[in-house]
């Protein structure tokens, strides 16, 4: 059992929601009722895995603790940087574990959704150490960090604003409004999964695979990554679908990804909430501190390295097998380049608004991003296996 998945999780998923369509309706706080069905479907779906379940629970806690433990520290020490990179190292310590024993086949705190969760607490020592959250109610972290319909994958949502939507009663008329979007995204989200996804998956099992000719290998990348599109975009669209029928205006995750125009644009469509996050927390601060300490004569250079690291940490956090890392060295020299051309060219400037420059773009970003996917899939291990057996 996983969520979003199978006709039995969809038929207690809309069964379960009637209660909040009328708790919502009535213009009543949702809160009590979405805690219980996030303690309802963390039962139902991890329940067949007491490992993860525990694994879970043990982290789920130990953040609560962790968190309220760093406020009290970050009020009584100041902005002790020690203080702070212990509980972020700490926050992190599970995933890294995690990661790591995967290597040689273990699963030691192998829960699903251990990423998505890891971002959430990550993201709340760091505000908590800048000052911007000065307060942590127990009842609503839990609530921001297992919320049932974003826990195993996303989209990655802001503590505050979670807080904000968890703590308010939203009128009859405003509820109406948002249903009405919430179904709709539901309902894309559904035929998104399980009727494109599911298209794409069979052609490229069925027609692409153990086929290693040119043509077949450029093929595999579009159509791998256009169900990569239909799988992850469906997945996210009904998380956000079923976060607005429960009060919750969870953020948007695609947007019309293949339509971007370079690769900076392409990352502000793609798995929005997750690039923002590395872009906030990772290049963000990495810029700031790199100016502060004088690191790079050119700032340029600097915005160059810091895309370069935070692509490369984003391929780490998706596995540390080559294929991923190299995606996301793929991804940094690609947004860096890009930077560059946009700062530096002429051509550029004087270009960048016409029509056919504009398409020429979109047609060279599409085969970069669909050579990334190729990449990230793991399938060029296979195809030079196949070309090293032909020259042997």
């Not at 024993?101 to 505000?127: A, D, H, K, M, P």
Request: glycine share 8%; aromatic share 20%; charged share 15%.
């Amino acid at each position: 059992m996983s969520f979003f998945s199978g006709y039995r999780f969809f038929v207690c998923l809309f069964i379960l929601l009637i209660p909040a369509v009328v708790i919502g309706l009535m213009g009543k706080k949702l809160r009590y009722y979405r805690l219980l069905l996030t303690a309802f479907f963390i039962w139902w779906v991890y329940g067949g895995s007491p490992s993860q379940l525990l694994y879970l629970l043990i982290y789920a806690a130990g953040s609560v603790l962790l968190v309220k433990s760093y406020l009290f520290l970050r009020t009584k020490y100041n902005r002790n940087r020690y203080i702070y990179g212990c509980a972020v190292a700490s926050a992190l310590l599970p995933l890294v574990i995690y990661k790591v024993s995967g290597l040689w086949g273990g699963n030691i705190f192998g829960f699903l959704g251990i990423s998505y969760i890891c971002f959430r607490v990550i993201q709340t020592v760091i505000e908590t150490y800048d000052g911007v959250i000065k307060e942590i109610n127990e009842v609503t972290f839990i609530s921001f960090i297992l919320f049932f319909p974003t826990l195993s994958s996303g989209p990655i949502d802001r503590s505050r604003r979670f807080a904000e939507d968890d703590e308010t009663a939203l009128s009859p008329a405003e509820y109406r409004e948002l249903l009405g979007s919430g179904l709709y995204k539901l309902v894309l989200g559904m035929f998104y999964k399980i009727v494109c996804s599911a298209v794409f998956y069979t052609v490229l099992t069925h027609f692409f695979e153990n086929r290693y000719t040119p043509l077949y290998v450029a093929g595999y990348a579009y159509v791998y990554g256009f169900y990569m599109f239909f799988d992850f975009a469906g997945y996210s669209a009904m998380a956000v679908g079923t976060s607005y029928i429960l009060g919750i205006r969870m953020p948007d995750n695609f947007n019309k990804p293949f339509l971007s125009v370079d690769m900076t644009d392409f990352w502000n469509r793609w798995h929005i909430t997750l690039s923002s996050w590395f872009r906030d927390f990772i290049f963000t601060r990495f810029m700031m501190d790199s100016i502060r300490k004088k690191r790079f004569s050119d700032r340029l250079v600097g915005a160059s390295v810091g895309l370069m690291l935070n692509m490369t940490v984003m391929g780490i956090w998706h596995g540390l097998e080559a294929h991923y890392i190299v995606y996301g060295i793929y991804h940094g020299v690609l947004l860096s380049v890009t930077e560059v051309y946009r700062k530096k060219s002429s051509f550029y400037r004087k270009n960048k608004n016409k029509a056919w420059y504009r398409m020429l773009s979109w047609f060279v970003t599409l085969n970069l991003v669909m050579l990334g996917f190729l990449i990230f899939s793991g399938h060029l291990k296979a195809v030079l296996h196949a070309a090293a057996a032909k020259l042997n």
